[in-house]
């Protein structure tokens, strides 16, 4: 199966270069499974309801959130409406929604996609995220009950991202990390044969600090004062995602690709 997960969509740039230009990587990659993270779709802050329905017309099967997930409010009765979006596993109890669900791709193949919050320098306590992926993991066995599985992980610290995937090593097709927008160069397939990249990067325009315009944050890391709120950059952005191919029958990745297209961050051409 072919899939492509999308970093931290970013405001209104990161909103367009999805719409305009995941068609193209639909067609081109030939893709049968797309999975978006949407946390900062909506100013930078969350997704509303109207900029969830234009990532899934866009060709995304599936949004996941993050610690923003809630900021606005409409997505609190919307994420009950619509279950391709996901919220974190381990966001709250009482949170609404799912984190994790098992989707039909194409042929009927069954693709489960979940997400858990790190717990390692984030701004408040979340469950343990091991205990629960592990939950949702044993009831679906890769290569029985699901032919694909990704899992985002989210959070800050890259060492708590590479500890998920050697513990899902082998249980899914893909363990991918998000929110801190910056696309790490380690996507590798690790030894029992799951897809890692410890952050996608985001989807938004890269001049900028992580996604939002400079002068705000520049003006609180220098002087320790703020005076205005953040606004999302709003240059061309960059698409930044992994692009996984997995067998069938075992369900682990065959192969990883970083993907980075358009905007101002570098990529290889020969
Ligand atoms: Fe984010
Ligand atoms: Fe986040």
């Known amino acids: 199966m072919k899939i492509l997960f999308i970093g931290d969509v970013m405001g209104r740039a990161g909103r367009t270069a999805v719409i305009e230009r995941l068609p193209r990587l639909r067609e081109a990659w030939k893709l049968d499974f797309v999975v978006v993270n949407g946390e900062n779709a909506t100013s930078g802050m969350g997704l509303n309801a109207a900029h969830a329905k234009s990532l899934l017309e866009a060709g995304a099967d599936c949004l996941t959130l993050g610690d923003h997930a809630f900021d606005q409010r409409d997505m609190l009765q919307f994420i009950e409406q619509e279950p391709r979006i996901l919220r974190p596993l381990n966001f709250s109890k009482v949170a609404p929604g799912k984190g994790a669900r098992l989707f039909t791709a194409s042929g009927g193949r069954k693709v489960l996609v979940t997400q858990v919050l790190g717990q390692v320098f984030m701004k ?9 992926v592990d939950t949702v993991l044993r009831q679906h066995p890769l290569g029985g009950m699901a032919q694909a599985i990704l899992v985002d ?58 996604g939002m315009e400079k002068d705000e944050p520049l003006r609180r890391f220098i002087t320790g004062m703020s005076k205005g709120r953040f606004q999302p950059a709003a240059g ?11 067998d069938d029958r075992t369900g682990k990745a065959v192969r990883v690709e970083m993907i980075r297209d358009g905007g101002r961050l570098s990529q290889a051409t020969p």
Request: aromatic share 8%; proline share 4%.
């Open 124 to 132: 408040r306590a979340f469950d343990d995220p091991f205990s629960a």
């Open 153 to 210: 992980v989210h959070c800050e610290a890259t060492s708590e991202k590479m500890g998920m995937g050697h513990y899902c090593d082998g249980r899914a097709s893909v363990v991918v990390g998000t929110h801190t927008h910056v696309p790490t160069a380690d996507a590798q397939i690790l030894p029992g044969g799951t897809a890692f990249q410890s952050d996608a990067g985001m989807c938004g325009d890269y001049n900028s600090v992580i």
């Open 236 to 246: 061309e952005a960059t698409l930044s995602g992994l692009y996984v191919e997995t």
